[in-house]
């Protein structure tokens, strides 16, 4: 079993930056594929990012290309999504998945909220 702590959610105003991290209590996040995705009130959840065990190979939503960045460090157990140029329509909560949509592990989400 793994556990996926998310931090780093909050209130920001278009423009604004934030930086999300998902911390696993178990070194097997470092052989596995990590994501973040996000669900707004009313809608599916979407991707956000994928990255690679080893960082090589990412992966964006649409909707977020050149404006996030996902980012991992193995030693730490702990993975990132910088946020850039947000804006409105990124307001959801974000969730940390590690091991696939399917079979992984889900973070409880942290809220984001972007809005002046």
């Known amino acids: 079993q793994v556990q996926l702590v998310e931090s780093g959610g909050g209130l920001v105003q278009p423009g604004g930056s934030l930086r999300l991290s998902c911390a696993a209590s178990?070194?097997?996040?470092?052989?596995?594929?990590m994501g973040w995705y996000r669900q707004a009130p009313g809608k599916q959840r979407e991707l956000v990012a994928t990255?690679?065990?080893?960082?090589?190979?990412?992966n964006y939503g649409d909707s977020v290309k050149g404006r996030f960045t996902i980012s991992r460090d193995n030693a730490k157990n702990t993975g990132y999504l910088q946020m850039y140029s947000l804006k409105p329509e990124d307001t959801a909560v974000y969730y940390c998945?590690?091991?696939?949509?399917?079979?992984?592990?889900w973070g409880q989400g942290t809220q984001v909220t972007v809005s002046s």
């Open positions: 178990s070194s097997i996040f470092r052989f596995k594929n």
């Open positions: 998945n590690v091991g696939g949509v399917t079979s992984g592990y």
């Open positions: 990255i690679t065990p080893s960082g090589t190979r990412t």
